[in-house]
Structure formats: structure tokens, C-alpha cells
């Protein structure tokens, strides 16, 4: 519920998502490498990312049914500290070259990832209805700041315990998530008394059933999977093409912008155009990102297509986010949001572990094809909704 703490709110969960992506980005960069040093075998090399996302993807649930019970700032406390062991189980891993201790750190930085995803649904629940929109996008904007800070901190910590190469940047997570812990104590948000009860308001299966709750879970999960399977594979397909290390970071340092520059004008294009209407522009997009990638292999196609590739991602997220809002009451908030994060951060998880498969067995070009059928269906289920408010309003 709005309260009077809404503008100071949305700032503070603006920040801490800054924060927490820039640590997730910091992540991304180093979890293979340190991987590919630490494993026993170059196959497990990816082990440590891929029990990152599955992590997340279960700790979704139970994230949103504790922050149900114990509120927002308690909840995303907890998860602040979750994140903190885990960053400093996987230094000490690092340091003393223990390859499955690295793995196992893995699951608390997942479950501290389930936690700080819902940053987004807290702004939206402290801000009036007619800010929500805008509310939702001026938090995700706190990922522009991780476009740089992530990869800088990436860069300027992995020799920071040397010759423990990358164990610095697990301190420099350590870090980000202290930094966490002490911009949360300034969030001001009541608990409703029966948001953390899991039998009350409406059965969730009825809560899931809703026409706007099919489309605005379709728009976050395919917007997301999508984006995630052809992000994935986009590095490959550029070594593959002759390209440097330093040429696709480039790409995917523009694409990160994509994803999160358009966060401070998603939330206007909401309230003029209407949330439907912005998850079909996010699907158009896509779909011209794929046809981008599939005209050419220059380094410009790579550009032009992931940079459209992250806006897109971002109607289409951001959009059902706000959708979402429209589904459920306040008492069935918690596990309405659970569901919807399970069904998307799976989706990611699948796609990350089929994204490198798909490219090596099948090619670059069948990993964009691939994408558009997702994409169709969820244009058909917006097309479809709006139809029917159409119809309901005559």
C-alpha cells in the first residue's frame, strides 16, 4: 500500500539495485573463469553459473513467502546477508583452490538473487497506483549504474588477493552487499497483517487462471528467456566469427544499456500508451533483433541487434511486472509473485543451460529462429487480452 515514505522508498530500492546487479554483473564476468581454474576438468567449467541460476530459480518461492511473513526490509535484509556468506565462502574457495566448495558457494549467491529480484514488486507496492509504473521502472534503471561499476569492479579486484586470481572480486561482493544492509535500514514499509498467510485471499490456481495474469507472466517469461538465450550464445557466435574477447564485451556492454536505459522513460510510455501496448512494442523488438542477427555477421549486426535485444527486454519485463500488479490482492501478493518469478527465473535457467547447446549443435542462426515462436505467442496473448478489455468496456 502507498504510504508516505513512498518517494524515499523507491529511491532506496533504486540504489540497492544498483548495487545488487552491479555485484551480479561483477559475477557473470569472473564465475567462468574462476570456474575453467578451479575444476578438475574443463567440462565443469560452468558448473559453479549454471548452480547459481537453479538456485535462484528455487529460492524464488520461498524468498516471497518469507518476505510475507516477515515484511520487505527484514526480507531483502536476510537476503543481503545470504548473499554476504556466500560471497565469502566462494573467496575462501578461491584462495585455498577448493573447486566443489566453490560450487556449494554458489547456492547462497543464488538464493540472495531470488531475494533482490523482488526489489522490483516492493517499489510497486510503496508507491501510489499512478506512480507503480514509473515506480517499477526508476528501480530497474539502478541496473544502468551496473553496466559500469560491475565490469569495472570485475577488472580492478581480480588481482586483489594475488595469486589468488578472483578471489578480490568475491570481497568486492562482499562489499556491495554490506552496502546493501545498511541503505535497507532507511526503507519505511508496513506489513499487512495477512500478506504472509499462504492460505489466505483467493486459491492460487484461480489467482493463475486470470487472463491478465497468463499474459503478464508470458511477457516477463519469454521477454526474459528469450533475451537470456540469445545473450548466452551471442559471445560464441562473435569468436566464432573471428571477433575478440574485447569485441563482444563491447556488444554486451551496449546490450546491458539496452536492458536498462530505457527504465527511465518505460514507466511514462506505460501510463500515455498503457501496459499492454509497451509489452507488444518490447515483442516487436525482439523480433527485430533476431532479424538483425540473422541478415548478417558484422560486428555492427551484433551491435544494432543486442542492443534492441536488451530495450525489448525491457517493455516486455517491466511491462509484466506492472501487469502483474493487476492480478492479485494485497493478502495474495506473496505467493502470486512466487509463482510468477518461479515460472521466469526457471525459464532463465533453462535457457542458460540450452542457450551454448543449442548454438554448438544447431548454429547461431537456428538460436535465433528459435526465439521468435515464444515471442509470437505472447503478441497473440497481448492481442488477445486487449481485445477483451475492449470488449468489456463497451
Known amino acids: 500500500m502507498p504510504t508516505q515514505h513512498s518517494t524515499r522508498n523507491v529511491f532506496l530500492f533504486s540504489a540497492c539495485q544498483a548495487l545488487s546487479m552491479s555485484g551480479a554483473v561483477l559475477v557473470f564476468a569472473v564465475v567462468g573463469l574462476a570456474g575453467k581454474m578451479l575444476a578438475p576438468t574443463p567440462e565443469l567449467a560452468t558448473l559453479p553459473l549454471g548452480v547459481q541460476f537453479l538456485s535462484m530459480m528455487v529460492g524464488t518461492v520461498p524468498a516471497s513467502l518469507a518476505m510475507g511473513r516477515i515484511g520487505r526490509r527484514l526480507g531483502f535484509t536476510l537476503g543481503q546477508v545470504i548473499g554476504l556468506a556466500g560471497a565469502a565462502l566462494s573467496a575462501w574457495a578461491v584462495v585455498e583452490g577448493a573447486f566443489w566448495v566453490f560450487v556449494a558457494a554458489a547456492v547462497p549467491i543464488g538464493v540472495h538473487g531470488a531475494f533482490y529480484q523482488f526489489l522490483r514488486f516492493a517499489a510497486a507496492e510503496t508507491a501510489r497506483p499512478e506512480f507503480r509504473a514509473k515506480a517499477i521502472s526508476y528501480v530497474m534503471a539502478g541496473g544502468v549504474v551496473a553496466a559500469f561499476l560491475g565490469p569495472e569492479l570485475a577488472k580492478r579486484t581480480a588481482d586483489l588477493l594475488a595469486p589468488a586470481t578472483f578471489a578480490g572480486a568475491y570481497v568486492a561482493l562482499m562489499g556491495l552487499c554490506l552496502l546493501n544492509l545498511l541503505v535497507l535500514q532507511g526503507v519505511r514499509m508496513p506489513r499487512p497483517a495477512r500478506l504472509g498467510a499462504s492460505g489466505s485471499g483467493r486459491p492460487l490456481a484461480l489467482i493463475a487462471r486470470q487472463p491478465v495474469f497468463v499474459v503478464a507472466v508470458m511477457a516477463a517469461m519469454v521477454g526474459y528467456g528469450v533475451m537470456n538465450l540469445v ?23 551496449w546490450h546491458v544499456l539496452g536492458m536498462f536505459v ?35 555477421l558484422a560486428f555492427g549486426n551484433f551491435m544494432v541487434a543486442l542492443t534492441l535485444l536488451g530495450v525489448g527486454w525491457n517493455f516486455m519485463f ?77
Open 231 to 253: 545473450m548466452v550464445a551471442t559471445p560464441l557466435a562473435m569468436v566464432g566469427c573471428g571477433f575478440t574477447f574485447a569485441d563482444s564485451a563491447e556488444v554486451i556492454r
Open 262 to 296: 530505457p527504465s527511465f522513460f518505460t514507466g511514462h510510455l506505460i501510463a500515455r500508451f498503457g501496459v499492454l501496448r509497451v509489452i507488444a512494442a518490447g515483442g516487436g523488438l525482439i523480433v527485430a533483433a533476431v532479424a538483425v542477427n540473422v541478415a548478417g
Open 318 to 394: 517491466v511491462g509484466g511486472t506492472a501487469l502483474l500488479a493487476e492480478a492479485y490482492a494485497a493478502e495474495e501478493r506473496a505467493k502470486a509473485q512466487a509463482l510468477n518469478d518461479l515460472l521466469v527465473f526457471g525459464t532463465t535457467a533453462v535457457t542458460s543451460f540450452a542457450s551454448g547447446a543449442v548454438q554448438t549443435a544447431l548454429g547461431w542462426q537456428a538460436v535465433n529462429l528459435v526465439s521468435l515462436l515464444p515471442v509470437i505467442v505472447t503478441l497473440a496473448g497481448v492481442a488477445w487480452l486487449l481485445r477483451v478489455r475492449a470488449a468489456t468496456a463497451a
